[in-house]
């Protein structure tokens, strides 16, 4: 289990932490910011991104203990050694109850945070960027192989539980 969590948290620093912290730097652009215009209203940005941090640790410990796998997708098979790979089970409880995708939602979430936090129109397109790289990724590669490696009781989990948004109509996201 030990050799999981390490593997779990090479993954988190390499992939959500060049997408939430690397990649926005780069994006980010101070002369472009408009901070003033929001005054306030920037400080709520943190709101969103704490919650995507707290959504992001708990859907990853939901892999670790239920899944008995990393946030590692099938892809990354090559490298299993450093990042481990997908659950052996499909993780149906606990935050996977209300959204298929916490992971990517805790991430879209720090991003949106950070836009606001500051007031950056370039960070404001990167997380929309990143929304939709994530959005076609899920559609047309990790659905199609998670129908596949797991038949039936992902197409049931599927009909069960949104996409993205918690709540959301059930069959208009299959």
């Not at 690397?22 to 709101?47: D, H, S």
């Not at 009781?153 to 109509?169: D, F, Q, T």
């Amino acid at each position: 289990m030990t050799r999981l969590f390490v593997r779990a948290a090479v993954f988190t620093v390499l992939v959500p932490g060049t997408v939430t912290v690397w990649l926005p730097m780069t994006f980010y652009n101070r002369a472009r910011a408009v901070p003033e215009q929001l005054g306030w209203l920037r400080e709520l940005g943190w709101i969103p991104i704490a919650a995507g941090v707290v959504l992001y640790l708990w859907s990853t410990a939901e892999f670790l203990l239920r899944g008995r796998g990393t946030p590692a997708i099938w892809f990354t098979k090559p490298l299993r050694f450093v990042l481990g790979q997908e659950p052996q089970i499909l993780v149906r409880g606990a935050i996977y109850r209300y959204v298929r995708n916490p992971m990517y939602v805790g991430v879209v979430s720090i991003l949106f945070g950070e836009a606001l936090v500051f007031a950056s129109p370039n960070l404001l397109w990167y997380a929309l960027g990143v929304w939709l790289f994530f959005h076609l990724i899920i559609v047309f590669v990790e659905e199609p192989h998670l129908r596949r490696a797991r038949g039936e009781a992902y197409l049931a989990y599927c009909r069960e539980v949104p996409r993205w948004i918690p709540g959301k109509n059930r069959r208009a996201q299959t």
